[in-house]
């Protein structure tokens, strides 16, 4: 048993900035486009997380993107990318911008902030195929990754942030253990919940979680339905338990961070 707890930080659903363009459904976990919130900018390198439906055949015009490192998680339909590197590619489940395909694109785009001198780096391009419970995404100077543009294991950025996506079962339970990393111990982490039931920009429903930690000072926990997130605030030796108690398989992504 730990000697410490992690801190839980709901950041529920409808405390999200939201928009709805008719061709582009989305929620904003921080500050982005014209919702701004001085509370919820940023947390460690995690910059932007856009929870997204993008209709059939609709999409983002060109538009640069400069100082950011960022990625996609697609969760249904097919995404097609395209860029000024000449990457063409559509990207269906399970990859980590125009909507492909008879059916709306439903994905998530995260930014992460560079590391320190990193940020104006020859752009780079990588696609990765996932399954289940994995690391998506980690450093590029990480042991774990791969700097070949398609090839197994996480994606590398060059942020100190490390991504995992889990799909649970009803009533299963998974650990995520204190692990220290290559660059040292992460300090702090974020949870998300994917409203992967259907766009509901209203009281949160769905499938549940619960996250919790335990120690010899007591426990934390709390409830998550879809669309839910919470900050994670790691202090000393930790472990974080995510439990599925709704009906349904539940999709989250978690994220430790410096």
Not at 104 to 131: C, M
Request: hydrophobic content about 30%.
């Amino acid at each position: 048993m730990c000697n410490n707890l992690v801190q839980i930080i709901p950041r529920w659903s409808t405390d999200r900035g939201q928009a709805n363009h008719g061709w582009l459904k989305t929620f904003h976990t921080f500050s982005f486009a014209s919702y701004h919130d001085p509370t919820h900018s940023s947390f460690g390198a995690l910059r932007v997380i856009n929870e997204d439906r993008v209709a059939s055949g609709t999409g983002f015009g060109t538009h640069s993107h400069q100082h950011f490192e960022i990625f996609s998680y697609v969760v249904g339909g097919q995404l097609e990318h395209q860029d000024s590197m000449g990457n063409t590619e559509v990207l269906s489940r399970g990859s980590p911008a125009k909507a492909y395909g008879p059916e709306e694109v439903h994905f998530l785009q995260i930014w992460a902030s560079p590391r320190p001198g990193d940020g104006n780096k020859q752009p780079a391009y990588f696609t990765r195929n996932i399954i289940d419970s994995v690391t998506v995404v980690a450093p590029d100077n990480s042991p774990l990754v791969s700097l070949s543009r398609d090839d197994k294991g996480p994606a590398p950025i060059r942020s100190q942030l490390w991504m995992y996506a889990s799909l649970i079962d009803p009533g299963v339970s998974l650990v995520h253990e204190h692990v220290e990393k290559e660059q040292g111990q992460p300090k702090k982490g974020y949870i998300h919940l994917i409203q992967t039931s259907g766009y509901n920009p209203g009281k949160p429903s769905g499938n549940a979680v619960r996250i919790s930690s335990k120690s010899s000072a007591g426990d934390s926990r709390v409830e998550l339905r879809e669309g839910d997130g919470a900050y994670l605030r790691y202090e000393g030796g930790h472990d974080l338990k995510v439990t599925n108690v709704g009906q349904g398989v539940a999709e989250v992504l978690l994220f430790d961070l410096d």
